[in-house]
């Protein structure tokens, strides 16, 4: 599906490469933008005179991007903006938080991290009519609720951060090609899914390309699957439960989502080159098996980010699509999805922290982004005609659709789980283990 793109000179600003930062690339009011919600801002908000910090994750080509966007927030302001970053930002933020110089707005991809600094008073609640907000304007509002709150100092818990740029992980690839040629359709459900994986072996082919390799963090994808699943046999609270410790993680629901897991990954002739090279593909390797001819496979399970590894020259909607990792029709869990993304939090209360959060209460603030690249939002009064291609538009329709959202689960675990046991566990896993001997090994190593 392509975007009919309608911002006009936007557009060639777009076509001629990436701006100069703070560069106010699509013109005030020309456009499909929401440009009345920049006008209410600036007439709501003088900051003439004053400076906002804000330090994030994005450097490079994303930092040029998030400066177009800052660009908007500075002119309906007057404030002026300083954005920085490290390649050691997670540590950096500890850092100057606990020494008594932080930035007015960080900006972090680790809920648990802001959580810990949520806990140790280091963070400003962002209040109850922001939390209705959110409710309200963000697709499954409730889930984006749930992932911003956190205890404070006191142990109440309280909204502290606002999801603003998403990552979809609920997707599979396929080439329409070989689709096509062999007479299969996407399918709706996770029963259709399971049944076309049937149906290609039986057509003498091999569904499922998998690939766990990652040298020192060999077992993530694994991960993903297993949350995914998790999604769609059990309920969003039983999910938080697990990644929280309210349910071990041998609980019988963490083994069911495993075993699940295992129904693809662990038959030999579901997954190309059989069960044993799952562990030891590498990940970026995994999804070439989609364009070879005649296919080695034809169904990946991945993150967004994954078409940087298809082969060069790969075009998004021709040669490759997704569709998402659907969920059972037999269940009645809806349309969860599972992600990723970026949350803004204050970490020096003043008016121009404030006039940011209520920025990104915006349309604009979305759409600026949006009709760049690299940017998804579950803001349902942004105009989703503004992405700039039809890959990031079609991804945004998963995310707006959605009726749960769930962050990553092993980022929300302690590192000695989701980045260390939760890994090497899913490696033993398709090497042989079953889903409950592994699940033993996981939970003994939840620190106490």
């Known amino acids: 599906m392509y975007v009919k793109y309608l911002a006009g000179a936007a557009a060639l600003a777009l076509a001629a490469g990436a701006a100069d930062a703070r560069d106010m690339i699509f013109p005030v009011g020309e456009g499909a933008f929401n440009w009345k919600s920049f006008d209410d801002f600036k007439a709501a908000h003088d900051l003439k005179g004053q400076t906002l910090t804000i330090f994030g994750p994005w450097r490079g080509e994303d930092q040029v991007l998030v400066d177009n966007m800052l ?26 938080t606990q020494a008594g110089s932080p930035p007015d707005i960080a900006i972090l991809p680790q809920p648990g991290l802001i959580a810990d600094l949520a806990a140790k008073g280091l963070v400003t609640p962002l209040g109850q009519e922001t939390a209705d907000w959110l409710k309200e ?3 499954a509002g409730e889930s984006w609720v749930k992932l911003g709150t956190y205890k404070g100092a006191d142990g109440t818990p309280q909204l502290f951060a606002f999801p603003y740029k998403i990552d979809v992980k609920s997707l599979v690839w396929y080439s329409p090609d070989n689709f096509e040629d062999a007479g299969y359709e996407v399918p709706q459900t996770m029963e259709d899914l399971k049944a076309l994986t049937e149906q290609i072996v039986a057509d003498g082919g091999t569904p499922w390309c998998i690939g766990l390799g990652s040298g020192g963090a060999t077992g993530w994808p694994a991960t993903d699957w297993v949350e995914d699943l998790m999604l769609r046999t059990q309920s969003p609270d039983t999910y938080d439960q697990w990644t929280s410790h309210g349910i071990p993680f041998n609980d019988p629901a963490v083994v069911g989502a495993i075993d699940e897991f295992g129904w693809f990954a662990k038959n030999d002739t579901f997954v ?12 970026r390797d995994s999804p070439k098996g989609l364009f070879t001819s005649p296919p080695q496979c034809y169904m990946h399970r991945q993150a967004s980010f994954i078409p940087s590894f298809f082969p060069e020259g790969t075009k998004m909607g021709v040669d490759a699509d997704f569709f998402y ?15 990723a993304g970026t949350l803004a939090f204050i970490t020096k209360d003043g008016a121009a922290s404030r006039a940011f959060i209520d920025w990104l209460e915006t349309p604009i603030a979305h759409e600026v982004w949006m009709a760049q690249k690299s940017f998804l939002s579950p803001y349902k009064g942004a105009n989703a005609e503004l992405y700039a291609d039809p890959t990031m538009k079609k991804m945004g329709e998963i995310l707006l659709s959605a009726d749960t959202f769930r962050f990553d689960g092993s980022d929300l675990m302690p590192g000695a789980v989701g980045a260390g046991t939760f890994w090497t566990g899913m490696v033993d896993f398709v090497g042989g283990k079953s889903a409950q001997d592994v699940a033993n090994t996981i939970e003994a190593s939840w620190p106490k």
């Open 272 to 283: 190309a080159g059989g069960s044993k090279a799952v562990a030891s593909t590498d990940f």
């Open 137 to 139: 304007n963000y697709a």
């Open 71 to 96: 660009a908007y927030f500075e002119a309906a302001t007057g404030a002026t903006v300083n954005y920085s970053s490290s390649e050691n930002y997670e540590q950096q933020i500890v850092i100057d």
């Open 325 to 339: 990792f659907p969920a059972y029709a037999g269940k009645d869990l809806g349309k969860p999805v599972l992600g």
